[in-house]
């Protein structure tokens, strides 16, 4: 099994830009689809991204192309979020999710996640 960690969450002004990384630990990362999910308080768990194992497909919802990219580095068993013109209804608890198979939209189809980094874009 993998141990995800997030880091890279923050403060930031809207317009503003935030990077965040997901290291792993465990197994090897490149056996994992790997996917981004947020959650606002008071809302569900949503979809902000995934990659697949080697990188060669990535989807994003499309309320969020454009503004959003992810990338992975196997070889450093990291995965990354960058977020560019970030808005309030951006704020959020982000969380990086590992799957077994093919990485979706669905969060029940990964089986590993990591605590959770703090995104907060003040207006």
């Known amino acids: 099994q993998v141990q995800l960690v997030e880091s890279g969450g923050g403060l930031v002004q809207t317009g503003g830009s935030l990077r965040l990384s997901c290291a792993a630990s465990?197994?090897?990362?490149?056996?994992?689809?790997m996917g981004w999910f947020r959650q606002a308080p008071g809302k569900e768990r949503e979809f902000v991204g995934a990659i697949t194992r080697r990188g060669e497909r990535i989807y994003y919802p499309d309320s969020l192309k454009g503004r959003f990219t992810i990338s992975r580095e196997n070889a450093r068993s990291t995965v990354a979020l960058q977020m560019n013109n970030l808005e309030p209804e951006d704020t959020a608890v982000y969380y990086c999710?590992?799957?077994?198979?093919?990485?979706?939209?669905?969060?029940?189809?990964?089986?590993?996640w990591g605590q959770g980094t703090q995104v907060t874009v003040s207006s």
């Open positions: 999710a590992a799957s077994n198979g093919r990485p979706t939209m669905w969060e029940n189809d990964y089986s590993y």
């Open positions: 465990g197994r090897t990362l490149s056996s994992y689809g």
